[in-house]
């Protein structure tokens, strides 16, 4: 209150009006981040772009308002899934790197950063270079990063993730083994009580879950559940990424299921994904992923144990993630898949000529 009241306090042509602007700005980003409410990150948006509007080039901080504001708009991509929002942060951090001398201490993060939101372009639109340049800036901004710094773990937890999404889309087993080489190495540098401990035990994860369906060995497989198991004990249900490390553990859990079929690993991967789900917030652009990601592990345990509850239950969680989606978005033919697929199911367990109907209905969709 007393920071937006100096704000309005303050002529336009002062010269603390930018720092000002920019205060105020984070203020309400910091309030968003730890209570999630998208109006806080509104607010924060528009003051941080007044601080811009308001401070020439040649200000040293200026580079500091662009990448803030960047990464502001990405939070808000990562809510409401607008596309402008990605290309509006990615023209800022670029803008920011610009600004920011080679030698300059918050070069490197300001790399990393600009890699995150190229790397979320490539999974939103599937461009190649988008990850290229990910994957070449990650590493810059590790290299650049001092010795001993204290957020080279994190830079080097994001190089592991960018090789691991860049395999997943091309196969090239080099970035599999570099995914999961620089997770380890980020894992053995944070200390166990640094607050982004979780997040790196999660990266790393998913990339050795990944390995296991790459080239088969178990132990890959046992390890992904042990690391996932310890980034969820790490955090409390009002973590904001509880329900990211909650989804990787529940899809660790399904893939061990799948090769040992042992019905402990169905129920947890199921009860893990239910409290993923129940854990995000309406409206969140990754609610439709996660109830498909619960529809699948339902459909799975159906499959295995012939209990229609499991079927009836996966049916209404892909219905509720396909009308969470509008037409053209596209995470919409793989939740129209997982609905056709359970629809398919019901029909072959009940002879319901409807349920045959509306599969076949789904999949002209996906087509």
Same mark, same amino acid.
């Given at each position: 209150v007393k920071?937006?009241?100096a704000? !309005?306090l303050?002529p336009?042509?002062?010269? /603390?009006?930018s720092?000002?602007?920019?205060d105020?700005g /984070?203020?309400?980003?910091i309030?968003?981040?730890?209570?999630?409410?998208?109006?806080d990150?509104e607010?924060s948006?528009?003051?941080?772009?007044?601080?811009n509007?308001s401070?020439?080039?040649?200000?040293p901080?200026?580079?500091?308002?662009?990448n /803030?504001?960047?990464s502001?708009l990405?939070a808000?991509?990562?809510?409401l899934g607008?596309?402008?929002?990605l290309e509006?942060?990615i023209?800022?951090?670029r803008?920011?790197?610009?600004?920011?001398?080679e030698?300059?201490?918050?070069?490197p993060?300001?790399?990393?950063n600009?890699?995150?939101?190229?790397?979320d372009?490539?999974?939103?639109f599937g461009e190649?270079? !988008?990850?290229?340049e990910a994957i070449s800036?990650?590493?810059?901004?590790?290299?650049q990063?001092p010795?001993?710094?204290p957020d080279?773990?994190?830079?080097?937890?994001?190089?592991?993730?960018s090789?691991?999404?860049r395999?997943i889309r091309?196969?090239?087993?080099?970035d599999?083994?570099d995914a999961?080489?620089?997770?380890?190495?980020?894992?053995?540098?944070?200390?166990e009580?640094?607050?982004?401990?979780?997040?790196?035990l999660? /990266?790393?994860?998913r990339s050795?879950?990944?390995?296991?369906?790459?080239?088969?060995?178990l132990?890959?497989?046992?390890?992904?559940v042990t690391q996932?198991?310890?980034?969820v004990?790490?955090v409390?249900?009002?973590?904001?990424?509880?329900?990211?490390?909650l989804?990787?553990?529940?899809?660790?859990?399904l893939?061990r299921?799948?090769?040992?079929?042992?019905?402990?690993?169905?129920?947890?991967?199921i009860a893990?994904?239910r409290r993923?789900?129940?854990?995000t917030p309406?409206?969140h652009?990754?609610?439709?992923?996660?109830l498909n990601n619960?529809?699948?592990t339902?459909?799975t345990?159906y499959?295995?144990f012939?209990v229609?509850?499991?079927?009836e239950d996966?049916?209404?969680?892909?219905r509720?993630?396909?009308e969470?989606?509008?037409?053209?978005?596209?995470?919409?033919?793989?939740?129209l898949?997982?609905?056709?697929?359970?629809l398919?199911?019901?029909?072959?367990?009940?002879?319901s000529?409807?349920?045959?109907?509306?599969?076949i209905s789904?999949d002209r969709?996906?087509?």
């Amino acid at each position: 209150v007393k920071l937006k009241y100096a704000v !309005d306090l303050t002529p336009e042509d002062h010269p /603390n009006i930018s720092k000002r602007l920019e205060d105020l700005g /984070n203020t309400f980003h910091i309030r968003f981040e730890r209570l999630g409410n998208l109006s806080d990150l509104e607010e924060s948006i528009v003051y941080k772009h007044r601080a811009n509007d308001s401070i020439p080039d040649e200000n040293p901080d200026k580079a500091t308002y662009l990448n /803030n504001l960047g990464s502001a708009l990405r939070a808000r991509f990562e809510q409401l899934g607008e596309d402008g929002d990605l290309e509006d942060a990615i023209k800022q951090m670029r803008r920011a790197i610009e600004l920011t001398p080679e030698g300059h201490p918050d070069r490197p993060m300001r790399l990393n950063n600009l890699a995150n939101v190229l790397q979320d372009r490539f999974q939103r639109f599937g461009e190649i270079r !988008d990850i290229h340049e990910a994957i070449s800036y990650r590493r810059d901004s590790v290299e650049q990063s001092p010795e001993g710094h204290p957020d080279t773990s994190g830079r080097l937890s994001d190089l592991g993730a960018s090789p691991q999404v860049r395999f997943i889309r091309f196969g090239d087993p080099g970035d599999l083994e570099d995914a999961v080489t620089c997770g380890r190495r980020a894992v053995e540098l944070t200390p166990e009580d640094h607050p982004d401990k979780a997040r790196r035990l999660d /990266n790393l994860a998913r990339s050795l879950r990944v390995r296991f369906e790459h080239i088969g060995e178990l132990s890959n497989l046992e390890d992904a559940v042990t690391q996932g198991h310890r980034a969820v004990d790490l955090v409390s249900d009002d973590h904001p990424y509880k329900p990211v490390y909650l989804e990787t553990l529940g899809l660790a859990l399904l893939t061990r299921f799948q090769r040992l079929r042992e019905r402990d690993d169905i129920d947890s991967a199921i009860a893990y994904t239910r409290r993923a789900v129940e854990l995000t917030p309406e409206g969140h652009i990754v609610k439709s992923l996660r109830l498909n990601n619960l529809a699948i592990t339902l459909q799975t345990r159906y499959e295995q144990f012939n209990v229609l509850d499991d079927l009836e239950d996966a049916i209404s969680q892909s219905r509720t993630a396909v009308e969470l989606l509008p037409d053209g978005h596209p995470d919409l033919p793989g939740c129209l898949c997982g609905l056709a697929t359970a629809l398919h199911s019901r029909f072959r367990h009940l002879g319901s000529l409807e349920d045959l109907e509306e599969s076949i209905s789904c999949d002209r969709r996906i087509v």
